[in-house]
């Protein structure tokens, strides 16, 4: 009975995983998912094991305290925050693999490893989880605000090797020769908590969404590892789906960002300025003639970024696509594959305020898209949409692929000041003869701009 409920939750998982794929079915995905997360969970809780009887009370304690804590944060959580709380339950993922190959290699030790390769399986589970807790930590901070400047130092790649080299001598003369004692282990644990530290601390905000779907592969990979140890089945075929599919989505965003796994792996970010310096002028738009311009247009697209999640204008946006398509206009949404702080923030954003699926267009076809549009608005966007990516050798967003919104008629940019993106690079497209700036929050903002629409 408990393998046939293990095979019933993998299918969840799977099905689950399919219909992710489309917003349609997406909310079915997570619901079909989320069942087979609780029948795995009932199954293992109650599977007759020898000695597992009396740990049910303190099993069944951690799932209400879990719940207790963890339900209000997701209820509650704004939608700029997702990123962070999507790291703490990455982190907290991998906390739990590396306490749970704590104890069980510490058990090893006391029993004597007569199984090296097991050992080292556990091994795996307790580094790559530590790894994943202190590395989530830092990726929350860094999104929180908390951790403002990288922590980076000269030779800080030196000193990454050095620890992995360190890290994994210790595992291999613990778990292949049995060598070692609880003092070792603990070293092991240190060591890949600080691995972790310093693997995500010097890298660049602009470089969050790779990092974000990184450590998520990590954390799958450590459930992965400990469905090993266990012999569980769900927990290692629902790690793998979770760590294949985070593999997938950081190469996804490496393309994106024009970053290659290598760079990823050891700590080459951009997000500390840099390239040509820009000369000009920013010229301001007046909220009539914007409104003018969309009303009289043939097609508009709205890009959105970090700065319409941190306004929460998603919503009024919607009804301004809604007054102009009612007038006539072609209202569509470019969306970059690394605009806001984690992979689909704004396909997320958009889908809270029920705008349709097929309104939401990938970079390749939002740039087919522009090459006959009549205006581009940029609510909150930058670095995405920034020229010198294309022409600058000297930018580190060089190579990048981005919106090249230049290839509309003209560029309003709505946004709260003057200063650079989240990488810190100047923006040239906002001293462009075509673009004018609309300074102000983005929500207050496109409300007044619904309100011209409605006047004019």
Avoid at 355 to 363: G, I, M, R, S
């Amino acid at each position: 009975m408990a393998e046939f409920a293990y095979l019933i939750a993998v299918m969840a998982f799977v099905f689950g995983m399919r219909w992710l794929r489309h917003p349609d079915t997406a909310k079915k995905g997570n619901v079909l998912s989320a069942l087979g997360m609780v029948i795995a969970v009932l199954t293992a809780i109650f599977q007759p094991l020898e000695g597992n009887q009396g740990n049910i009370t303190w099993i069944l304690v951690g799932l209400g305290l879990g719940t207790l804590i963890g339900l209000p944060l997701a209820k509650r959580v704004q939608m700029t925050s997702m990123p962070q709380l999507v790291a703490i339950f990455n982190g907290l993922g991998g906390a739990s693999a590396m306490v749970l190959g704590f104890i069980e290699f510490q058990a090893l030790l006391e029993n004597g490893i007569q199984a090296p390769g097991r050992a080292g399986i556990i091994l795996a589970a307790l580094i790559i989880g530590a790894v994943s807790f202190s590395g989530s930590i830092i990726a929350f901070a860094k999104l929180e605000g908390l951790l403002k400047k990288d922590i980076a130092f000269p030779g800080y790649n030196i000193f990454n090797f050095g620890l992995l080299a360190a890290i994994v001598g210790l595992s291999i003369y613990s778990a292949a020769f049995g060598g070692g004692s609880t003092s070792y282990l603990v070293i092991i644990t240190l060591l890949s908590l600080i691995y972790g530290i310093s693997f995500v601390g010097p890298i660049g905000g602009a470089d969050m969404p790779v990092v974000i779907a990184l450590l998520n592969s990590l954390t799958g990979i450590s459930a992965a590892t400990s469905g090993l140890v266990y012999n569980n089945k769900a927990m290692l075929i629902g790690g793998v789906l979770v760590g294949a599919s985070g593999a997938i989505l950081t190469v996804l965003m490496c393309q994106a960002m024009n970053r290659s796994l290598w760079n990823v792996f050891f700590g080459k970010f951009v997000g500390t300025g840099g390239g040509e310096a820009v000369d000009g002028i920013m010229k301001e738009a007046g909220l009539s003639d914007v409104a003018i311009q969309l009303q009289y247009a043939d097609s508009v697209m709205f890009v959105p970024g970090y700065g319409m999640a941190v306004a929460q204008a998603q919503k009024i946006c919607k009804d301004v696509d809604d007054a102009l398509t009612k007038n006539g206009v072609e209202v569509k949404y470019g969306i970059h594959p690394v605009a806001g702080r984690m992979p689909g923030h704004m396909n997320v954003l958009l889908a809270e305020a029920d705008v349709p699926y097929d309104k939401l267009l990938d970079l390749d076809a939002a740039n087919d898209f522009l090459k006959g549009s009549n205006v581009t608005v940029i609510i909150g966007a930058n670095d995405v949409v920034n020229p010198a990516a294309l022409t600058d050798k000297a930018s580190p967003l060089f190579g990048m692929p981005i919106l090249d919104v230049l290839q509309s008629d003209s560029v309003i940019v709505m946004k709260r000041g003057r200063g650079t993106g989240y990488s810190g690079v100047q923006n040239g497209l906002f001293f462009h003869d075509k673009t004018k700036l609309l300074f102000g929050d983005a929500k207050d903002s496109l409300k007044k701009l619904l309100d011209e629409l409605g006047n004019s």
